[in-house]
């Protein structure tokens, strides 16, 4: 949770206002306005780069020092992420020892030449893949200052998300590729050295100036200015193009963004399509056997963005681009890396995912080292929704495997608590499953205990509300609160700030004096309210409802469902009993959730049958 509610109560009224953000009281972001110019050496894998940063300090804090992330540094042997690599227990399969085997020509590398602010040299150490300098003079609270650098750049050989001669054979994959600005909040600088895992950056606007051999194809975040200088998109209309020299600059820009990131290849296909009323869909790969099914994907991913936009929010930016390249999936603004030689619900779900990121991490600024399950978890979550739409099947079979996942991992002995920092986890599986799988239930679970309509109409209005800022737990938790009129800090207390699981059990069925009653029993560490849905010989339904007294009210009821709402359950309180009218032979069963959205870890005791 993060002390921003410390500043909300005791901070006086304060408003920020820049060329893009106007926020009152204590919420504050910085912003970046990026200009770069980068010479690529395509016979060397190298670049060399001019970049100049307008910063604007929104803070209510004076500014000393800055600190800039340089991610091709972590591709070199005894790098903090080939160490980790060679002694986590279980590596990531693509990283391996494989840093560690590296030479002189297939490391990654920035060697910054010169770092100025305002034209006055700036003093600054790099340790590892974090550059620390001091200012020449500090940023007052509503200052902006103007940082220049020169650098040089070497492409690493293709080992994880950036690099060069991927396994399917595309050329360039430029993500983490430039010396980037960190982010600096209300919790302070973020200059988390590249380990493995997530990122973290401020808004601003990109202007990225790429001059390359004249051969290549080039795609990524942000809008081709010069399509007409460069004769790019006249090969299809059958006009013969002449280009002259050997390299040409394409030129982007990229508006409310907190990265940039391309790619590059001679033999790119490009395609395009739309969404109707929405933004333009681009497609980059190489069209051979292996991808024969990318022809399909544009349709595809237009439905899906359909479907996304109506339950998920507005797509804000002009184009989207899919993207082969790359050594898996990975989602940046405006454009996602996948690998292409897959089948057609691979394509799908990997493009859909990755394409959701523009709502939870791409819009919506999460802090991935510190809620990669509210990045990755709502995204696995609005995924399944999204692809079972697309392909026409029910959406519990999605649904259900993140629940699989979460049930392994609860059991394992592995658990670790989801407020976790990324890079801290004691094994990939645990933090991989937490992430995705676990907090995909999170999100699918809140519909169990605030109803699913109440949480679909809080996703929503999260991203309407929060769109370009960093949001974090604290912030939907209050949109959830708001939208159900329930108090809920507890469920996250419970669930993300600890490993303690859900296991609640029908203990005992017995009549007395003329009714029928059940003792409930909660065997798990972790309250939750009740539905215990009671199915009678005549086949009639009823629910019979217990909520939690920490929750302050009740969740609504289903038009059609028959519901009786009883006293509380006190979460001290182990054992909870409740009657029923009428006589037990009237009863066939008693089941505690008939939805599965409860991710009770052991549902063998959650039903009793009269036999």
Same mark, same amino acid.
């Given at each position: 949770?993060?002390?921003?509610?410390?500043?909300?109560?005791?901070?006086?009224?304060?408003?920020?206002?820049?060329?893009?953000?106007?926020?009152?009281?204590?919420?504050?972001?910085?912003?970046?306005?990026?200009?770069?110019?980068?010479?690529?050496?395509?016979?060397?894998?190298?670049?060399?780069?001019?970049?100049?940063?307008?910063?604007?300090?929104?803070?209510?804090?004076?500014?000393?020092?800055?600190?800039?992330?340089?991610?091709?540094?972590?591709?070199?042997?005894?790098?903090?992420?080939?160490?980790?690599?060679?002694?986590?227990?279980?590596?990531?399969?693509?990283?391996?020892?494989?840093?560690?085997?590296?030479?002189?020509?297939?490391?990654?590398?920035?060697?910054?030449?010169?770092?100025?602010?305002?034209?006055?040299?700036?003093?600054?150490?790099?340790?590892?893949?974090?550059?620390?300098?001091?200012?020449?003079?500090?940023?007052?609270?509503?200052?902006?200052?103007?940082?220049?650098?020169?650098?040089?750049?070497?492409?690493?050989?293709?080992?994880?998300?950036?690099?060069?001669?991927?396994?399917?054979?595309?050329?360039?994959?430029?993500?983490?590729?430039?010396?980037?600005?960190?982010?600096?909040?209300?919790?302070?600088?973020?200059?988390?050295?590249?380990?493995?895992?997530?990122?973290?950056?401020?808004?601003?606007?990109?202007?990225?100036?790429?001059?390359?051999?004249?051969?290549?194809?080039?795609?990524?975040?942000?809008?081709?200015?010069?399509?007409?200088?460069?004769?790019?998109?006249?090969?299809?209309?059958?006009?013969?193009?002449?280009?002259?020299?050997?390299?040409?600059?394409?030129?982007?820009?990229?508006?409310?963004?907190?990265?940039?990131?391309?790619?590059?290849?001679?033999?790119?296909?490009?395609?395009?399509?739309?969404?109707?009323?929405?933004?333009?869909?681009?497609?980059?790969?190489?069209?051979? *056997?292996?991808?024969?099914?990318?022809?399909?994907?544009?349709?595809?991913?237009?439905?899906?963005?359909?479907?996304?936009?109506?339950?998920?929010?507005?797509?804000?930016?002009?184009?989207?681009?899919?993207?082969?390249?790359?050594?898996?999936?990975? *989602?940046?603004?405006?454009?996602?890396?996948?690998?292409?030689?897959?089948?057609?619900?691979?394509?799908?779900?990997?493009?859909?995912?990755?394409?959701?990121?523009?709502?939870?991490?791409?819009?919506?600024?999460?802090?991935?080292?510190?809620?990669?399950?509210?990045?990755?978890?709502?995204?696995?979550?609005?995924?399944?929704?999204?692809?079972?739409?697309?392909?026409?099947?029910?959406?519990?079979?999605?649904?259900?495997?993140?629940?699989?996942?979460?049930?392994?991992?609860?059991?394992?002995?592995?658990?670790?608590?989801?407020?976790?920092?990324?890079?801290?986890?004691?094994?990939?599986?645990?933090?991989?499953?937490?992430?995705?799988?676990?907090?995909?239930?999170?999100?699918?679970?809140?519909?169990?205990?605030?109803?699913?309509?109440?949480?679909?109409?809080?996703?929503?209005?999260?991203?309407?509300?929060?769109?370009?800022?960093?949001?974090?737990?604290?912030?939907?938790?209050?949109?959830?609160?708001?939208?159900?009129?329930? *108090?809920?800090?507890?469920?996250?207390?419970?669930?993300?700030?600890?490993?303690?699981?859900?296991?609640?059990?029908?203990?005992?069925?017995?009549?007395?004096?003329?009714?029928?009653?059940?003792?409930?029993?909660?065997?798990?560490?972790?309250?939750?309210?009740?539905?215990?849905?009671?199915?009678?010989?005549?086949?009639?339904?009823?629910?019979?409802?217990?909520?939690?007294?920490?929750?302050?009210?009740?969740?609504?009821?289903?038009?059609?469902?028959?519901?009786?709402?009883?006293?509380?359950?006190?979460?001290?309180?182990?054992?909870?009993?409740?009657?029923?009218?009428?006589?037990?032979?009237?009863?066939?069963?008693?089941?505690?959730?008939?939805?599965?959205?409860?991710?009770?870890?052991?549902?063998?005791?959650?039903?009793?049958?009269?036999?």
């Amino acid at each position: 949770m993060k002390y921003n509610f410390i500043k909300k109560a005791f901070f006086p009224l304060l408003f920020v206002v820049t060329g893009h953000f106007s926020f009152a009281q204590s919420y504050w972001q910085q912003h970046v306005d990026y200009k770069m110019d980068i010479d690529f050496d395509v016979e060397n894998h190298q670049f060399q780069g001019s970049q100049t940063i307008k910063y604007t300090n929104n803070s209510p804090d004076t500014l000393y020092k800055v600190f800039y992330h340089l991610y091709f540094n972590a591709f070199q042997p005894e790098s903090m992420m080939d160490v980790r690599s060679r002694t986590i227990e279980d590596p990531d399969g693509r990283v391996n020892d494989r840093i560690s085997k590296l030479d002189n020509s297939q490391v990654g590398y920035h060697k910054v030449n010169k770092l100025q602010q305002d034209g006055s040299a700036v003093d600054f150490i790099i340790e590892g893949t974090v550059v620390e300098a001091d200012l020449a003079r500090p940023i007052p609270p509503g200052g902006q200052t103007t940082l220049s650098m020169a650098f040089d750049s070497q492409v690493p050989v293709q080992i994880r998300r950036s690099g060069r001669n991927n396994r399917e054979g595309i050329d360039y994959s430029m993500t983490q590729w430039f010396p980037k600005l960190a982010e600096y909040d209300e919790r302070g600088w973020h200059a988390h050295p590249y380990v493995g895992r997530e990122f973290y950056s401020p808004f601003g606007n990109y202007e990225v100036n790429i001059t390359i051999d004249k051969d290549y194809i080039l795609a990524g975040t942000g809008v081709l200015q010069n399509p007409n200088e460069i004769g790019y998109g006249y090969e299809d209309e059958g006009v013969e193009v002449k280009r002259s020299g050997k390299k040409l600059t394409w030129k982007f820009k990229a508006e409310k963004v907190h990265d940039f990131a391309w790619a590059a290849d001679p033999d790119y296909k490009h395609v395009v399509t739309n969404v109707p009323g929405g933004p333009d869909l681009h497609f980059f790969y190489q069209e051979n *056997e292996n991808t024969k099914e990318w022809s399909k994907l544009p349709e595809i991913t237009s439905k899906a963005f359909q479907f996304i936009e109506k339950n998920f929010g507005k797509y804000p930016y002009p184009h989207y681009s899919v993207i082969q390249g790359g050594d898996g999936g990975m *989602e940046y603004p405006m454009a996602t890396l996948i690998t292409g030689h897959r089948s057609l619900r691979s394509l799908t779900g990997v493009t859909v995912h990755e394409a959701l990121h523009s709502w939870y991490q791409g819009v919506l600024g999460i802090n991935e080292s510190y809620y990669a399950w509210m990045d990755e978890g709502y995204t696995t979550y609005a995924s399944s929704l999204t692809v079972a739409h697309v392909f026409d099947r029910n959406v519990d079979w999605f649904n259900n495997r993140s629940y699989m996942g979460y049930y392994a991992l609860a059991v394992s002995g592995k658990e670790e608590p989801m407020s976790t920092h990324a890079d801290h986890f004691e094994t990939n599986f645990a933090y991989g499953t937490a992430a995705y799988s676990k907090g995909a239930v999170s999100i699918a679970q809140l519909g169990y205990i605030i109803g699913e309509e109440a949480r679909d109409k809080a996703l929503l209005r999260f991203f309407n509300e929060w769109k370009f800022k960093h949001p974090d737990l604290n912030d939907f938790v209050r949109i959830a609160e708001k939208t159900s009129g329930l *108090e809920l800090d507890w469920y996250y207390d419970y669930f993300v700030n600890s490993t303690k699981s859900i296991d609640y059990g029908v203990n005992k069925v017995e009549e007395f004096d003329g009714n029928v009653l059940v003792e409930l029993v909660r065997e798990g560490d972790m309250p939750m309210p009740m539905d215990v849905i009671v199915t009678f010989k005549d086949g009639s339904k009823k629910t019979y409802y217990a909520p939690l007294s920490i929750m302050r009210g009740e969740k609504p009821v289903k038009n059609d469902l028959d519901r009786v709402v009883l006293p509380d359950w006190k979460w001290t309180h182990p054992t909870y009993n409740f009657q029923i009218d009428g006589k037990l032979d009237n009863i066939q069963s008693i089941q505690i959730d008939d939805t599965g959205l409860l991710a009770d870890i052991n549902r063998d005791n959650n039903k009793w049958e009269n036999k």
